[in-house]
């Protein structure tokens, strides 16, 4: 191989990463837009349906046999479901160790089982099944990138993923919630709070190699969290 063949590689090479990065970039922007977009979706059903009183209702029954317009909401739902499941491969490409890949697996279950909700809406036999497995998909994803994190070395990153992912479903079951609609509500901010961290994850793994991590910078430099990792302690 001459001088000017290896040359072209690398070019070529590089401009591969470049196409990579242009096409992962909007994928790890689906997160946020997903959640923002959901309680878009959740504002239009409630004001179809006037009748609708947040804590006496849960959501599902924007999509069930009362709802003046099911079919919007459950609609909704199956996009939404699309969107979580696409984004959990982004998860999957961003995971710098196994068990951040095993909690992008879990977040794509968690895309499936939302999908699942719309198709099965409220009134329906699987209803039940399919709603709480979504969240508890969910707080599986959460708590799988919290001890990822750790392994990775971003320790207080780590410390609120697991804090979500554990802290969430405990004080979802024991506080007396007033309805089924404010327990879902305060799931779905668990789940927002974690997709805005993540937020931060996705745009400091865009700027370097895949298989860094902080760990491996710090087995070199002790102290380069202080001026070139991008994260604070």
Known sequence: MTVDDRVDRRMASKDLTVVRTLVRTPLRLIGIGGAVLAWVVIYLAVQRNPWFIVTEHAFSDLGGPLASDPGFFNTGLIGLGGLFSLYALTLIQ?????????????????GVFLTLIGVYPSGTAPHAFVSLWFFVQADLAITAWGIGMFLSGWDWVGAICIGLGVGGPLIAVAAPWPSLAVVE???????????????RVHYVRLRRPPAYSCKTRRAADPDCWRSTCGWTR
């Open 185 to 199: 509500a305060f799931g779905i901010a668990v789940i927002d709070v974690w997709v805005a961290l993540m937020l």
């Open 94 to 110: 961003d995971a710098t160790n196994k068990v951040e890949a095993v909690g992008g697996a879990f977040a794509f279950l968690a």
